[in-house]
């Protein structure tokens, strides 16, 4: 092999090399857009206030029940629509991902002023992860990407036997996901 053909050979690995570098900075972009979207959330939320956790492939973004809605109440206070304006920017431009809101409620039964309303703690949830989810989506975060569920006092993160164990257990959990495809 001559010198020439040999520096040719090297050139083309050596760009063959640079494009693979440029295609590695990509997938690993792709790879990992839920490090940026915990950067984007965190910015303007506290950690008393909301809780960012990555899992595998979805990103859970919790919040307690008392800066979101009023005692025993299912529509957002000012405060909650405040915390949740930080969020919505964020969650409006995400391509291919699916939002669910779920809802959470602790063990302690439906009072009779909203027993006519809610009969059950699965109902409550419910009516918080739908008017999160509506909110959400007038602020932005389109239609066809979220969806609300309650799950009453199931799934619990506490144990229930303390105020302060069963705040915990109130809350709305925001879960971003790739969408899926059918």
């Known amino acids: 092999m001559k010198s020439s053909e040999f520096l040719a050979v090297c050139a083309t690995v050596l760009a063959a090399g640079c494009v693979a570098q440029q295609t590695y900075n990509v997938d690993a972009q792709k ?25 595998q492939n979805q990103l859970k973004v919790t919040m307690v029940n008392e800066i979101l809605f009023p005692e025993g109440g299912w529509r957002l206070s000012p405060d909650g629509e405040q915390t949740l304006s930080k969020v919505a920017p964020t969650l409006s431009d995400l391509p291919g991902q699916q939002i669910v809101v779920e809802g ?43 969806s609300a569920q309650g799950f009453g006092e199931a799934r619990r993160v506490a144990s229930n036997e303390t105020s302060r164990s069963k705040a915990k257990n109130r809350r709305v959990e925001i879960v971003i996901s790739a969408a899926s495809r059918a």
């Open 31 to 55: 790879a990992d857009p839920y490090a940026m979207l915990v950067r984007q959330l965190s910015r303007g939320l506290s950690n008393d206030q909301v809780q960012i956790t990555q899992l």
């Open 104 to 146: 959470f409620t602790d063990n302690v039964p439906i009072g009779p002023e909203l027993k006519g309303r809610f009969p059950s703690s699965l109902d409550l949830s419910l009516a918080r992860a739908d008017d999160v989810a509506h909110y959400l989506v007038s602020k932005g975060v389109p239609q066809n990407a979220i």
